[in-house]
């Protein structure tokens, strides 16, 4: 029973990966003919990083079955630890790639401390408690970053935190100017990297939720007594899964930041957690295949709709809800199911008769 079931999640994830990978070499082969537009060729990186944000949130969210609404704060967090990494080691550094692979992880590694430290007073709460604080984490770290001014000099590297204009001495150059955000970013982004970003993302999301941990984690959010009871540390499971995310959320942010010549801090807000939730929850909760599909298709579809104007945002939303109603509602799910198994008895009918 075991062997089949872990043949069976073997299977399951071999699926993703393999719809992953497809994906990338039909866009990528597609980008290197030239068959995509310029503002298609833009959408590449951004769909990778809200499939890593959606599958992060989709551990805490879904797998662990907690509410956070505070993942633009663990994004903008990586985005401007990335830029600042990234402008410190222009001249040191000579390799884009590794520029950006040593600031992306920058950004994981901080962001994973926060979340830590974050963590440690919030996961004390439960429910619409806990989205509420994390809904202010992620409003807080915004204002903080949009008053964070850093920048080099003559006398090396200097950051502040100020509502007034840090102050730069000779040959100094701001990388982030408070309220204006980071400009003159140099674009090392990259949809190589960025299917790369995916696959990390989903290696660490898979193997946790099909470890020993990650059945604790869910055991922990179908039943936290009885996952007492048995002697789960409740706290520190929980704590593991919110610090995977926000690590992941940090280095996703890092490569949206450096995909860009000018971003503010603005960008990272209340709006942004909710896409990234509504991308979680219509792929389906703890469905990891379902984010990556649903984070794809709701981002590409907004913006495909520019040419509607005024009409674009209400045909989505009108979308949103369609997709909802069916993907929700028993009744459909029951005729899917009834499909399905019409095909599958069609198709062990056709082995038969080519066995027989």
Not at 124 to 145: C, H, P, S, W
Request: with cysteine; hydrophobic share 55%; proline share 2%.
């Amino acid at each position: 029973m075991k062997k089949l079931l872990k043949n069976k999640t073997v299977l399951a994830n071999a699926r993703i990966y393999l719809l992953v990978t497809l994906g990338f070499v039909v866009m990528f082969f597609m980008n290197n003919a030239g068959m995509l537009s310029s503002s298609w060729k833009g959408y590449l990186v951004p769909i990778c990083v809200y499939i890593s944000l959606a599958v992060s949130l989709n551990l805490l969210v879904g797998i662990c079955g907690e509410l956070s609404l505070g993942h633009a704060g663990f994004m903008g967090i990586g985005a401007f630890t990335g830029i600042v990494i990234a402008a410190l080691l222009k001249g040191k550094v000579e390799s884009d790639f590794l520029r950006l692979l040593i600031a992306m992880v920058g950004g994981g590694i901080l962001s994973g401390i926060l979340g830590f430290l974050i963590g440690i007073p919030v996961l004390r709460l439960r429910g619409d408690y806990l989205a509420i604080v994390t809904l202010a984490f992620g409003e807080i770290m915004k204002n903080i970053i949009g008053n964070l001014y850093a920048g080099t000099d003559n006398n090396g590297f200097h950051m502040a935190v100020t509502t007034t204009k840090m102050a730069l001495g000779d040959g100094g150059k701001y990388i982030i100017n408070g309220p204006m955000g980071a400009t003159g970013v140099q674009k090392l982004a990259t949809f190589p990297m960025g299917f790369l970003l995916v696959l990390f993302t989903l290696f660490v999301v898979l193997n946790l939720v099909n470890s020993k941990e990650g059945r604790a984690i869910k055991a922990v959010r179908d039943n936290r007594i009885a996952a007492e009871s048995v002697g789960i540390n409740v706290t520190a499971f929980r704590m593991k899964a919110f610090v995977v995310s926000a690590v992941l959320a940090g280095m996703a942010g890092a490569l949206f930041g450096l995909n860009y010549s000018s971003i503010t801090a603005s960008k990272f807000n209340f709006n942004t957690s909710i896409n990234i939730l509504v991308f979680v929850v219509m792929g389906g909760m703890g469905n990891i295949l379902g984010s990556v599909i649903s984070a794809t298709v709701l981002y590409v579809l907004p913006e495909a709709m520019r040419s509607l104007e005024d009409y674009r945002l209400i045909l989505y939303a009108v979308v949103l809800i369609l997709v909802m109603l069916f993907t929700w509602s028993p009744k459909v799910k029951e005729k899917v199911a009834i499909v399905s198994d019409k095909f599958s008895r069609m198709f062990k009918k056709k082995e038969v008769e080519t066995n027989g």
